[in-house]
T-cell receptor
Framework: DQQVKQNSPSLSVQEGRISILNCDYT??????FLWYKKYPAEGPTFLIS?????DKNEDGRFTVFLNKSAKHLSLHIVPSQPGDSAVYFC??????????FGTGTLLAVQP | EAQVTQNPRYLITVTGKKLTVTCSQN?????MSWYRQDPGLGLRQIYY???????DKGDVPEGYKVSRKEKRNFPLILESPSPNQTSLYFC??????????FGPGTRLLVL
């Protein structure tokens, strides 16, 4: 039972344009969601989070939107930069002590 | 410097030969966790620990053991490795279940 799904395994965008990464979940009990970024040969690093009581959280070029009725969250990166090229994981938590990650989306930002 | 360390970073072994991957954090975090990353499957939690002497199964615990005798250390033990345990392994720690700090990863090949 994959409680958190990222249906797009990869995404390619032009430098300067918007990148939108999507994540769907099935567990209504998640208290918060986080996005992590992972470069090759490194561990994931925290990027941005959102509480389930909010619908938007912004941090510089990164904005996460949460649509609880649709059980959907998205990460917007504006403007996209080549250094943003990485694998992005969404993750829900709080429902249990387990932490559930999505399968990841590989973002490639073309110069 | 706050960090999570894992050793070894790379390991090639043979089926059935017991091995241990160490994980240590210097941030006095209560929560520690092990994940494996496989193509198309994202990050899957193997085991987690809420504190010393408190461990519990994640989503894919079969074939693994852990222990938490000290707060800073959380070793992952493969008693009898099999080829399907060939993967990239990450250890992580956090104060709660939110922002996690990941180690650099251990790439394991079981022949």
């Amino acid at each position: 039972d994959q409680q958190v799904k990222q249906n797009s395994p990869s995404l390619s965008v032009q430098e300067g344009r918007i990148s939108i990464l999507n994540c769907d979940y099935t567990n209504s009990m998640f208290d918060y969601f986080l996005w992590y970024k992972k470069y090759p040969a490194e561990g994931p690093t925290f990027l941005i989070s959102i509480s389930s009581i909010k619908d938007k959280n912004e941090d510089g070029r990164f904005t996460v939107f949460l649509n609880k009725s649709a059980k959907h969250l998205s990460l917007h990166i504006v403007p996209s930069q080549p250094g943003d090229s990485a694998v992005y994981f969404c993750h829900g938590g709080g429902a249990t002590n387990k932490l559930i990650f999505g399968t990841g989306t590989l973002l490639a930002v073309q110069p | 410097e706050a960090q999570v360390t894992q050793n070894p970073r790379y390991l090639i072994t043979v089926t059935g030969k017991k091995l241990t991957v160490t994980c240590s954090q210097n941030m006095n975090h209560e929560y520690m966790s092990w994940y494996r990353q496989d193509p198309g499957l994202g990050l899957r939690q193997i085991y987690y620990s809420m504190n010393v002497e408190v461990t519990d199964k994640g989503d894919v615990p079969e074939g693994y053991k852990v222990s938490r005798k000290e707060k800073r250390n959380f070793p992952l033990i493969l008693e009898s490795p099999s080829p399907n345990q060939t993967s990239l392994y990450f250890c992580a720690s956090s104060t709660g279940q939110e922002t996690q700090y990941f180690g650099p990863g251990t790439r394991l090949l079981v022949l």
